[in-house]
């Protein structure tokens, strides 16, 4: 077993996980909690095959899978910022939606044969780097290198333009935002969109690049739910969500690649085939989510950092405060 | 924007004029055929009592609400704002008694915030120098690099003065600006009104503070009930006494009569306690301080140096690092807070409507919230509700609670009202010691009247009163004596006499509260 080819694949995976996480950060800046990720990325998984395979094209599939997710997203939009209603319930409620809307569209998609998938391709030059080079550029997707792009210009959107801090000021204190005249409801419709729309490219890398194909809910398998998870770990910040996407997907390769050989750095594998353990290793990663959050919340707490203030709360023109 | 007939008559020299404005809410007239006229250059105060129109007539000038008639014209314009953006425009910008800052952003990103300039790359560094200069022009000190969460009250108040003069506006509408404010701090606000009337810009000043008004307005008009009593009065030899029976229509009682006190044995004792606030920081170090039966002892500082913890650590809804604090001899800190209850403690905190009551519950639930655990209401384990609503009945006439029934939620009640179902539920249950937070915040003239002599009465019935507030003119009128905290720390202790205290004494205590200890403020005191 190589280590090397284990972190590749790690990366790839983790771009699926970055899409949905950065997707999930600029949502909640804007003040909206959206747990419909597993949901969206469903839709999205399903619209890029189906479409690809339809039409041939990957890319129209990549495109109408965001297109999908993004609208899908906006049901959310309506519910909490119009009507004002609870955010997690809708969103609990929207990740129902996606799963079953997916499920019966995607139905025979399974077996619908194969499909031409994202191109993949190696950096000259940086791929020659011993280790850095090979697990991050070299035969990687091109939705890979799309990850890395947006990892430098999320975080820059966000903290150094104007419309990234129009966005933290609407997930802040909707309320200032408002007196100086920006549109909150507006801008919170916009970056739900957004939301949705990288929950939909994160579902479309996994079927049309990353685990090609339409496999009903374990397309997914709950990753959607670790990247609400690693949003808070990230402190909704893109630069730590790619640091804790790398690694998560690392880690879901390791537990999947863990139990294929027979030896195991020259010894018998105790996980080899062993469903007791297989089980066990596939619980870990939301094991893990769980003490990510932890140990993140308690570091937020410490240095003062922490959720946009007004995360989770309708903005009610008029009321006082958040 | 058209030219209207009245718009030509108006003076050259005045920026705002607003005539017969009327605003009706459900139920309400909040403002009745108001008229109001600012000059170029000049402090006009905006006086009355909370509810009398005076927000309400500032909100439509900064373009939050829309007049249902009458007309406003700005420098011989007549406008028809629709938002605060309109408002900014047209050069008049409103500084809010909450202020709307954003607290992880830094100065120089709440003052571009909501602009077109920059477009898209907000260049910091070319933006820090730029408000630096414009500060620098108006007195108002402050980092431009600095985030919101590390300011002081005032800074933050100077931010939001800047972010409106970068609007360009020439009318500064300002809502209660001293709420807030340590005296000091008081007079450098002044300072900054000063300047920026001498370059030009017009003020108004929102207050209910008579002598402030006194002090810094050039004119002042009163609204009472939604009307005007007084319009464009000069401020030059206008008493305060004039001033309050405009807003109230009767003569207000200054100074409560007030017996000289008679303190017994020490009823509360902190000994040192140390205590983090909400953040993990320390709030507390090392504070001692004593309440003896039959005085009201008052707690003086800036808001934010530990005066909450201090509230919650007694009251038993906080727990102290080190150091504890005794009630009667008998330890009560990091207890239960009913083992407070029990031993005769009653708590009036600062936030009514989430910790001092239920809001959706009604009148006798809120009441009975300490005594329902005792006979006659509780009976074997069940609530005797009938019993409830007698008592509820007898605290409603006795502390006159003003609701159509006992069964009312409270999240109906006016504040005053509020007030009085918690001071109604915290006396009757005889305590020995109250703390009093921020008792009266947000209540009218006559209301803080009520609720002032409900706790002289409890001082003269022989219980210990720890009063916790940011209002100097309410300490100096209720306390005998006064502690000063500033960052967790008592910095000394000033007796008050019956009679008004000296400037010196207020100078003193002024002094303490930005943080100068007693010993150091020189002898002769």
């Known amino acids: ?322 | 924007m058209v030219k209207s007939e009245s718009a030509i008559q108006t003076e050259e020299n005045t920026v705002v004029r607003m005539a017969g404005i009327v605003k009706r809410f459900p139920g309400v007239l909040a403002n009745d055929h108001v008229d109001f006229e600012l000059k170029r250059g000049e402090i006009h105060a905006l006086l009355g009592e909370n509810g009398a129109g005076k927000s309400t007539l500032m909100n439509i000038l900064a373009g939050l609400y829309r007049p249902d008639e009458g007309e406003i014209i700005i420098r011989g314009e007549v406008e028809n704002f629709s938002s605060p953006r309109d408002a900014i425009n047209a050069g008049i910008g409103m500084v809010h008694q909450h202020f709307m800052l954003v607290p992880s952003q830094t100065v120089t990103e709440n003052v571009l915030l909501g602009l077109d300039e920059p477009r898209f790359f907000m260049r910091l560094k070319e933006y820090d120098t730029k408000i630096a200069s414009l500060s620098e022009q108006f007195g108002l000190k402050v980092d431009p690099k600095a985030n919101i969460w590390q300011l002081s009250v005032g800074e933050q108040q100077r931010v939001e003065i800047l972010k409106m003069l970068y609007r360009g506006a020439e009318v500064l509408i300002m809502d209660e600006p001293t709420a807030v404010l340590a005296p000091q701090e008081i007079k450098g606000l002044f300072e900054i009104l000063r300047s920026m009337t001498e370059q030009g810009k017009s003020i108004i000043f929102i207050s209910h503070k008579l002598n402030e008004v006194v002090e810094i307005a050039d004119r002042i008009s009163v609204l009472r009930r939604g009307k005007a009593t007084a319009n464009g009065l000069s401020s030059e030899g206008v008493t305060t006494k004039e001033l309050a029976r405009q807003m109230v229509g009767r003569e207000v009682i200054f100074r409560l009569e007030k017996q000289a006190s008679n303190p017994g044995d020490i009823v509360l004792d902190v000994r040192k306690v140390f205590a983090e606030n909400d953040k993990g920081l320390s709030a507390l170090s090392g504070l001692s301080l004593q309440v003896r039966a039959g005085e009201i002892v008052g707690v003086a500082g800036v808001a934010g140096n530990g005066q909450r913890e201090l509230a919650q650590l007694i009251s038993g809804l906080r727990n102290c690092a080190q150091g504890e604090i005794l009630l009667h001899n008998e330890k009560i800190s990091n207890r239960s807070t009913l083992y407070g209850i029990e031993q005769g403690m009653a708590y009036v905190p600062e936030d009514r409507t989430q910790v001092g009551s239920a809001p959706n519950l009604s009148v006798t639930d809120n009441v009975i919230m300490k005594t329902y655990r005792q006979p006659p209401i509780s009976r074997g384990g069940l609530l005797d509700m009938s019993q409830a609503n007698r008592f509820a009945e007898e605290l409603k006439l006795a502390y006159d609670i003003i609701v159509p029934t006992v069964d009312t939620p409270v999240r109906l009640l006016s504040g005053g009202n509020l007030q009085r179902v918690i001071l109604a539920r915290e006396i009757s249950g005889r305590p020995d010691f109250m703390v009093a937070v921020q008792p009266t915040r947000g209540l009218d003239v006559g209301a803080i009247e009520g609720v002032h002599r409900l706790l002289l009465a409890q001082r003269d019935e022989g219980a210990g009163v720890l009063l916790v507030s940011e209002e100097l003119e309410e300490l100096f009128a209720l306390s005998d004596r006064i502690y000063v905290i500033y960052e967790g720390k008592i910095m000394g202790e000033v007796n008050i006499g019956l009679e008004e205290p000296s400037d010196q004494v207020v100078d003193m205590i002024g002094l303490m509260m930005t943080g100068t200890p007693m010993e150091k403020i020189g002898e002769g005191l």
Do not use: C
Request: net charge neutral; no cysteine; aromatic share 12%.
């Open chain 1, 1 to 322: 077993m190589d280590i090397v080819v284990i972190l590749q694949a790690g990366v790839a995976t983790g771009t699926v996980l970055l899409f949905a996480t950065v997707g999930e950060i600029f949502s909640e800046r804007a003040g909206v909690l959206n747990l419909g990720v597993e949901g969206m990325m469903l839709i999205g998984a399903m619209t890029g095959f189906s479409v690809a395979i339809s039409t041939g094209n990957p890319w129209l599939g990549v495109l109408a899978a965001m297109l999908f997710s993004g609208i899908i997203s906006q049901i959310h939009a309506f519910i909490t910022i119009t009507l004002q209603a609870d955010q997690v319930v809708s969103g609990l409620a929207l990740t129902f939606l996606g799963a079953g809307i997916s499920l019966v569209l995607g139905e025979g998609l399974s077996k619908a044969g194969t499909v031409s998938l994202l191109p993949s391709m190696s950096i000259p030059i940086i791929s020659q780097i011993p280790i850095i080079g090979s697990i991050f550029f070299t035969g990687q997707s091109i939705m890979v290198y799309i990850g890395y792009l947006m990892i430098p210009l999320a975080w820059y959107y966000i903290n150094r333009t104007r419309p990234g801090l129009h966005l933290r000021a609407v997930g802040e204190y909707p309320a200032a935002a408002d007196a100086l005249g920006i549109n909150v409801f507006q801008m919170r419709y916009l970056y739900v969109f957004i939301g949705g729309m990288l929950a939909g490219l994160a579902g479309a890398t996994i079927s049309l690049a990353v685990a090609p194909g339409w496999f009903s809910e374990l397309t997914t398998a709950g990753q959607g739910w670790i990247a609400v998870g690693l949003v808070i770990f990230a402190q909704w910040d893109p630069v730590r969500a790619a640091v804790g996407s790398y690694a998560f997907g690392a880690l879901r390769r390791l537990i999947l690649d863990i139990q294929g050989p027979m030896l195991l750095f020259g010894f018998d594998n105790p996980f080899y085939y062993n469903p007791y353990w297989g089980f066990f290793l596939q619980m870990l990663p939301y094991a893990f989510t769980i003490v990510v959050l932890v140990i993140g919340s308690r570091e937020a707490i410490r240095k003062r950092l922490g959720a946009p203030a007004a995360l989770g709360n309708p903005y009610i023109r008029g009321e006082r405060g958040l």
